[in-house]
């Protein structure tokens, strides 16, 4: 979810070049011979036919993940590929569920953790566009129960709010929404979920639908997100959380199991997390933002611009969004990762110059707890330099 520090873990990190030069000798493992999208309401991302130059490439690039996936001991997963707003891969990769066997697919639902930030974004970004909201005001501005969760949070002792001094600094909304709102606001960057779960609580204030039927309205309901479930008691999305990914974490003797017990529970949901969705949903929301419907021209600007501290230094997020820079000959990478500890993994990632996309969704948490991405380096990532790669410039 992003609300804990994340562990170093050595013992799990294999080199980046170990995993690619693992990808590229296997030539064993297989393609289903249709990319196609078979979900009859992906309106806002049918699948049609590649041109032969992609398809080498996303025929490459799904052999590789697969191994990578035996690789990190990740039991399923799945995955999707946009090219110029259409699918050109959709598709599971093993098992979700360890008891019954069942297949991953293109249409199984995942919780997609702190993906649901990027979404929190946009209904933000929407109502500082109306007038409502100021990223630059105090929280305590808009949200009424500040004072007394502040004090709460210092009565108690929270680890998650270490250097949050709530109750002798000024902290915006824009701090929250940045990761900056620790020890002197806006001078350093430090990921922190918890907080950034406190913004629920601003746009319910702000909007007159509140935050869940903001998102479930605004977004889910127009871009016909119909696998997408405000978390698992969604009660509109029965059927969708019924279907969902079972999660897993490997035992002390590198086992996969399922978990026990979890650190949230699956019905939780806020602006940091919550969400369940699947990889053809999320392929209709990057179709959508690329469109121009979730996020405007000047809102795209605002989110994907990196933040920099007083003295210039600058960060690796920008408004709900992680954003890595390059070169001025390069476009950035624009993306998110979700990290649900011992159960779920995710990953959105957009390579503007290529208009490509690539959206990753696991039952475990292995797919971003190996790599440790809060720091902000996707490079970190065994699958993201796959992709990168893959469809990278040549």
Known sequence: MGTRKEPSQPQTSMDRRDFLALATAASAVGLPASLAVTSGDAALAQPQTATESITRDV???????????QSLDIPGMSVAVVHRQEVVLA???????????????????????????????A???????????????AMSTYDPGYAQWCA??????????RNYNCDSERITVRHHLTHTAQGRPGASYDYNGFLFARLSAVVDAVAAKGFNRSIEEDILDPLNMNDTALGAADPHKAEVIARMAKPCRLD????????????????????ASGLISTVVDLAKYDVAIDRGLVYSP???????????????????YGLGWFVTE????????????????D?????????????????????????SSVFLLGNGDPLRSAFVTAFLDSFGPR
């Open 326 to 341: 390059f070169s001025a000959r390069r476009s950035s990478l624009l993306w998110h990762y979700g990290w649900y500890p």
């Open 123 to 137: 209904v933000i970004m929407r109502l500082v566009e109306a007038g409502k909201l100021d990223l630059d005001e």
């Open 152 to 161: 709460d949070l210092k009565a108690r002792g929270l680890s998650a709010a």
């Open 59 to 69: 025929e490459r690039f799904a052999k590789r993940i697969d191994l990578i996936r």
């Open 91 to 121: 598709r599971g990769f093993g098992v979700v569920d360890l008891g019954k066997g069942t297949a991953a697919t293109e249409s199984t639902p995942y919780p997609i953790a702190s993906l649901t930030k990027t979404f929190a974004a």
């Open 343 to 367: 159960a779920f993994s995710s990953l959105l990632l957009k390579m503007p110059d290529r208009q490509l996309t690539f959206i990753l969704l696991a039952c475990t948490d292995r797919a």
């Open 298 to 316: 000047r809102a795209k600007q605002q989110i994907w611009t990196v933040g920099a501290s007083p003295t210039g230094r600058r960060f690796p």
């Open 252 to 271: 002390q003797d590198w086992n996969p199991v399922e978990p026990a017990t979890l650190s949230l529970p699956l019905d939780y949901f806020s602006a």
